[in-house]
């Protein structure tokens, strides 16, 4: 059975879809069966994949609408070996058609449900709000990873973004819980990442991941490539890092 992990924060620009595509792109270099589900309707993930979303012929939009099943919407990412349900601008439409179908915070994990023995992991980059899109990731998913910068703002998202799962594993989804807190864009330079960073051990213990992705321009270079940063620059830091969080997380999911 797929383990399904919601990559999530409520604030933007924290690196979720930096994360989404290199721990997707990492998982498959360790031997992982991985999708990756783009549920942002900016479509970063699929471009940082190597896919085109201006060419889709299909996508998660007319999945969760119940036009198309997944064997029917998904692609393979050329430069990263995964699969991908791609997004594009379209997807910003479903939002208002969701709210008219039935079940509409479960429209994805129903998508998903004939499906779950071909993977071993499924990634959700979920957009930065808790909108229709948000809520339908954390209705499937077995867990949140959560990245995050370790400076102030950082901390004042957290506590709201903890509070939300908390409210839909107690109403919709049971088996949702926090998989742990991941460091990125760190620089152990600055003094006040390293307090934040003791903060978040000293308050969430074993949560927090290991793995520490450090800010890294090779990393910001890869998406104008069409590639994963673990692939663009093997021999990188920050792909170094992600690949430690992906052995990480295979460790992990044995736990379940």
Do not use: W
């Amino acid at each position: 059975m797929a383990k399904i992990f919601c990559v999530a924060n409520q604030k933007g620009g924290v690196g979720k879809t930096t994360t989404c595509v290199n721990l997707a792109a990492a998982l498959h270099r360790a031997g992982q069966r991985t999708l990756l589900i783009d549920l942002d309707p900016q479509g970063n993930a699929t471009m940082g994949s190597g896919i085109d979303k201006r060419g889709l012929k299909d996508s998660v939009y007319p999945l969760l609408v119940g036009l198309v099943d997944l064997a029917g919407a998904r692609v393979s990412s050329p430069s990263g070996g995964y699969d991908v349900l791609p997004a594009n601008r379209d997807l910003a439409g479903a939002e208002v058609e969701l709210v008219n179908l039935e079940q509409r915070e479960k429209r994805l994990r129903n998508a998903l449900a004939a499906f779950h023995d071909e993977y071993d992991f499924v990634l959700i980059d979920c957009p930065p709000s808790l909108s229709m899109l948000t809520l339908n990731g954390l209705c499937c998913a077995h867990g949140v990873i959560i990245p995050m910068q370790c400076e102030y703002y950082a901390l004042e998202g957290l506590s709201d973004l903890v509070n939300t799962i908390k409210k839909v594993h107690a109403n919709l989804n049971r088996e949702l819980k926090i998989i742990g807190l991941l460091r990125v864009m760190f620089d152990p330079r600055v003094t006040l990442q390293q307090q934040v960073s003791a903060q978040l051990e000293s308050h969430f213990g074993d949560k927090v991941f290991r793995a520490i992705v450090p800010r890294n321009v090779r990393l910001a270079e890869a998406p104008s490539h069409g590639m994963p940063g673990v692939v663009f620059d093997k021999a990188s830091k920050g792909a170094q890092a992600y690949m430690a969080f992906a052995h990480e997380m295979i460790e992990r999911a044995k736990t379940f």
